[in-house]
């Protein structure tokens, strides 16, 4: 086992090789490729850098050394790379939050949860490379290496609790899901639809609305075909209780404007604005917003999953059971009606990207990790 001197890890050099052993028996390399932060920019391609020969990273007491087989793509990527969640983390930095892959290496304390071979998926800076460092509490145990399970991280998480916590769902109440055939919309269509909801969900083609339908969607709204500001007032005149928005822009405009007496609104995100240089698409009705909201007695309400860590765990714990019981859909979008074809290695991440960002995914876009021929010594 891994050594631990006053907190740090120590190697006895006589037990090198035995000490990094993954679980079929080939040595951890000392080197891996990673994506990387080089510079600030909205665009991804400008921001970040794929880098070979660098040294595979060493985990610490309470952390794990994945080797990662899938990597899950973001709209927030862009964000992060754009430096607009931490502005105190300068370039050059790690980027990708979520992977799944087999444990290879441990520190002593995460060893008492986990063991080398292990599968787990976690959430985590850095996963955008082959092998990351996760700390033990960001990694959850899963039954194999797939994909499906990675989506419940950050899309499955992100609906599960700020519909729990913010939703205030209950029978009858018709909720309103935007890009509802993306990685999380897909999620929330269903779990409002688990509370007995009445669920309307937007999408931009009719493929989209045909998967949105087979989830139990009530009425899927192509926004290509059909104006949904039109659609909304002409079928829920009373308005709607809840709407999960991610889009921002126009279409948070027309949800603002939708909202029933009472009526919720949860911004979880507002992709459509990221790649600009402010990251944001003016809202034309700003300035109303206050009376709104106060002739409706309506609320909004922002959702970022790092201020509920403390729930992830168990979330996780929930979203696993309902798919391992065939209780939850979790589809998985890994690029293979893409221009390119599937999404394999870490420099197809930088089309993985711009296949979300023209709208083209339908599910939660995956990135394969192949094992690599010089990840064996």
């Known amino acids: 086992m891994l050594r631990l001197v006053r907190g740090v890890r120590a190697i006895v050099d006589m037990s090198y090789a035995r000490h990094f052993l993954d679980f079929q028996g080939s040595a951890i390399p000392r080197t891996m490729q990673k994506l990387v932060a080089t510079q600030l920019s909205p665009s991804f391609r400008e921001a970040v850098t794929l880098l070979r020969d660098c040294p595979v990273p060493l985990p610490g007491d309470g952390d794990l050394l994945v080797r990662n087989r899938f990597v899950g793509v973001n709209a927030s990527d862009i964000n992060y790379s754009a430096g607009r969640y931490d502005p105190s983390v300068q370039p050059p930095f790690n980027v990708g939050f979520e992977g ?82 993306g990685g999380t919309g897909q999620f929330a269509v269903q779990l409002a639809k688990r509370a007995q909801c009445h669920v309307i969900g937007t999408c931009s083609s009719d493929e989209k609305a045909s998967f949105l339908r087979s989830l139990g969607c009530d009425r899927p709204i192509n926004y290509n075909a059909e104006p949904v500001a039109s659609v909304l007032k002409r079928e829920y005149p009373t308005g709607v209780d809840v709407v999960y ?16 007496t009472k009526g919720r609104l949860i911004v979880i995100g507002f992709i459509s604005g990221y790649q600009s240089p402010s990251g944001l698409v003016p809202v034309k009705k700003a300035g109303m917003l206050p009376v709104t909201l106060l002739r409706k007695s309506a609320s909004i309400h922002g959702f970022f999953l790092n201020h509920y860590l403390s729930q992830f765990q168990a979330s996780m714990g929930h979203l696993l059971k309902m798919l391992d019981s065939g209780e939850l859909v979790c589809k998985v979008d890994l690029g293979e009606l893409s221009p390119g074809g599937r999404f394999v290695g870490l420099d197809s991440v930088f089309r993985a990207v711009d296949y979300m960002y023209l709208g083209r995914n339908s599910g939660k876009i995956v990135v394969e990790l192949p094992h690599s021929v010089h990840s064996k010594l």
């Open 100 to 181: 799944l892959g087999e444990v290879v290496a441990l520190g002593l304390s995460a060893s008492t949860s986990f063991a080398v071979g292990q599968p787990v998926a976690y959430m985590a800076p850095g996963s955008f490379a082959e092998y990351t460092v996760v700390p033990a509490s960001m990694a959850t145990a899963v039954p194999s290496v797939r994909p499906e399970y990675l989506t419940l991280l950050v899309s499955g998480a992100t609906a599960y609790i700020s519909l729990k916590e913010l939703g205030a769902l209950s029978p009858g109440k018709k909720v309103l899901v935007t890009a509802a055939a």
């Open 245 to 260: 928005e991610s889009v921002g822009g126009a279409l948070f405009d027309v949800a603002v404007g939708a909202l029933a």
